[in-house]
């Protein structure tokens, strides 16, 4: 139950931080004029494979591996929006961590204790699709 709360409270925290793209940077998807853009909606589905919810890690190094159905991961940024290409936003504990168009990578220099690892598949812009398309992991480094 533990585990599921610090989830769910996360993915409270990740929203403006999994939106944001270098430099600290927060992307608003509303213009200056104050109205609101419309976030095309993707169906793609995210999950991360690796590591697993409630694993423990005995080094400080972990191996992610994203599952991502019904889209394809690209390279470019634009503005030409389309709900099955985007890339990927990866946050550790609340952190941007890498903004990839692969589905592997290694999370090195982990610290021991737990960790929640987040997932998001964005549009081409780097902003969120509407809904957001999400996953999110706990672990635990240690012995």
Do not use: K, W, Y
């Amino acid at each position: 139950m533990r585990t599921a709360g610090i989830v769910f409270a996360a993915v409270l925290v990740v929203v403006p931080i999994a939106s944001a793209c270098g430099g600290g940077e927060v992307d608003d998807p509303t213009p200056s004029s104050g109205v609101a853009t419309e976030r095309p909606t993707s169906s793609a589905e995210l999950s991360i494979v690796s590591p697993e919810n409630g694993d423990r890690i005995a080094r400080d190094t972990a191996r992610l591996e994203i599952d991502l159905q019904g889209a394809e991961i690209v390279d470019q940024t634009s503005t030409d929006l389309r709900p099955d290409e985007g890339h990927l936003h990866v946050v550790l504990d609340g952190t941007l961590v890498s903004m990839t168009s692969g589905t592997t990578q290694r999370l090195s220099d982990l610290t021991a204790g737990e960790h929640l690892l987040q997932v998001e598949f964005v549009a081409n812009d780097h902003a969120p699709f509407d809904p957001r398309v999400l996953a999110a992991v706990t672990f635990e480094v240690g012995p």
